[in-house]
């Protein structure tokens, strides 16, 4: 299908600057607004409501697998946050600190949580004494804050909302079982309500969170080539709870210390829904997570019969359960078009007075601009099929995005310039953090996203030290 013109000059082009293009989307479609502290945005109704729908579907997800939804405080004691030092080597430079409460300087100054990992630390030492106490299964809905220097809405905030979910069980088993079973959740929500495909597997060495004993991850790649982490899902092994004293009493009468899993995603994923599927003409989003996903916008409203039959439409709509908006405000048909093309809207349905006389409706898919016609009585059959065939059309061309994009490499010249044209590079190496280091030096800014594969083929060496190849892994240059 022919490329759709750049109708709204209000967006820059995304091929003449990717990152202006991701801003003036942010901007425009109104989904978030800058406020006076640098990195902190106001979330607006448009934006926020896209993340109240992955909200929904994880909650139902979530609650398939036992977890309960607690609330903790924002605050961190300074004493309580430096016991694990590995977290903290991890975390410190990113730390807000508040030295001052109610005019008196802080003898134990306080973090504004940049995770949680310590506090559900510290409420399960209190709440667990027994293996009859086990598993616990908690996640929080929150915001945390970290101090980063380079920020970008959605992406990389100073203060961005997520989920945490933090988990005690009595054995290895179990916990690595949970981190690979969200982190199978996680993907699904791609799959099944971003429409965006995920690479994932097990973070390398170097690149895992600091404290796990696991990190494993989904990967997505962006419209420009570079990939974002989409979350992670992490088996801390007993580290943690070995460091705050957390133990029960076994099932031998023993004293035991429990498995650990972390793992969680966030707003980032409203900037992958954008990089991935946006267009000249602005945002282009998944019907599951769409506010809106179907405009009516009447032609020649004043027309008799026109709007009694648009609202006759919606009301029908609503009652199925589509989130539907009836656009009769006293603009121009073509700037509602560009306006709700703009913001995403996966459907359009127009209806003008011939239209109302052959008793038909026109609908647009804004990811391809695909027009279908259909006979106000087929509506409700219509529109539900209509709705799902673009969620389809999306991953599909999403997916094709992807698969264009991976590549191989046996040397780090040919990893060099194979990631200079964006996507994923698989090459062989040793695993070591050295190695790793000097590939992120070369190619200014390739990373391993994940292990494609646990072992390499036989007598392949590491491109780097020379050393035998252990495992395959993913490189991407990334935000």
Not at 302 to 312: H, M, Q, R, S, T
Not at 330 to 336: A, C, E, I, L, V
Request: net charge negative.
């Amino acid at each position: 299908m022919a490329k759709q013109a750049n109708k709204n000059e209000a967006i820059t082009a995304r091929d003449v600057d990717f990152a202006q293009w991701y801003t003036d989307v942010c901007r425009k479609a109104e989904l978030m607004d800058y406020s006076s502290v640098k990195g902190f945005i106001y979330y607006l109704p448009y934006g926020y409501a896209i993340w109240e729908e992955i909200q929904n579907y994880l909650n139902k997800r979530f609650k398939e697998q036992g977890v309960q939804n607690v609330y903790l405080p924002t605050l961190i004691p300074s004493s309580l946050f430096n016991k694990e030092k590995k977290h903290i080597e991890g975390f410190a430079p990113e730390t807000l600190v508040a030295t001052i409460g109610g005019g008196e300087r802080l003898a134990d100054p306080l973090i504004v949580r940049p995770t949680s990992e310590v506090l559900f630390c510290d409420l399960y030492k209190k709440s667990i004494s027994s293996y009859r106490d086990l598993p616990k299964i908690y996640n929080q809905w929150c915001s945390v804050v970290r101090w980063e220097k380079t920020t970008r809405p959605f992406l990389r905030g100073a203060e961005f909302l997520w989920q945490e979910g933090h988990c005690l069980f009595e054995t290895k088993e179990e916990a690595e079982g949970n981190a690979l079973k969200i982190l199978d959740v996680y993907d699904e929500l791609g799959r099944d309500v971003l429409a965006i495909p995920f690479i994932k597997g097990r973070k390398t060495e170097h690149e895992k969170f600091a404290g796990a004993v696991n990190t494993y991850t989904i990967e997505a790649l962006m419209h420009d080539g570079k990939v974002l982490q989409s979350g992670t899902t992490h088996y801390f092994g007993q580290g943690f709870a070995a460091a705050y004293d957390i133990s029960y009493l076994g099932r031998e009468n023993k004293l035991e210390t429990p498995h650990q899993t972390s793992w969680g995603v966030s707003t980032r994923l409203l900037g992958a829904v954008i990089m991935v599927h946006g267009d000249d003409n602005g945002l282009v989003l998944p019907p599951a997570v769409a506010p809106i996903q179907v405009v009516i916008v009447p032609i020649r409203q004043e027309a008799p019969g026109i709007k009694e039959k648009c609202l006759e439409i919606k009301n029908k709509l609503t009652e199925m359960g589509v989130r539907v908006l009836l656009d009769d405000s006293d603009r121009t048909p073509g700037w509602k078009f560009a306006q709700w093309e703009m913001k995403g809207v996966p459907l359009r349905l127009e209806l003008g007075p011939r239209d109302l006389e052959e008793n038909k409706v026109v609908l647009t898919k804004r990811v391809n601009g695909e027009k279908i016609s259909a006979s106000i009585e087929e509506i409700e059959q219509a529109i539900p099929e209509i709705l799902r065939q673009v969620h389809v059309d999306m991953y599909e061309k999403a997916k094709k995005h992807l698969e264009s994009k991976i590549d191989e490499a046996s040397t780090i010249e040919e990893l060099n310039a194979k990631l200079e044209n964006g996507g994923f590079v698989r090459m062989a190496f040793c695993g070591g953090m050295e190695c790793e280091d000097k590939i992120k030096e070369i190619t200014k800014g390739g990373t391993a996203r994940c292990i494609y594969k646990e072992s390499a083929p036989e007598g392949v060496k590491c491109p780097i030290c020379g050393k035998p190849a252990t495992m395959v892994v993913y490189f991407a240059k990334a935000y």
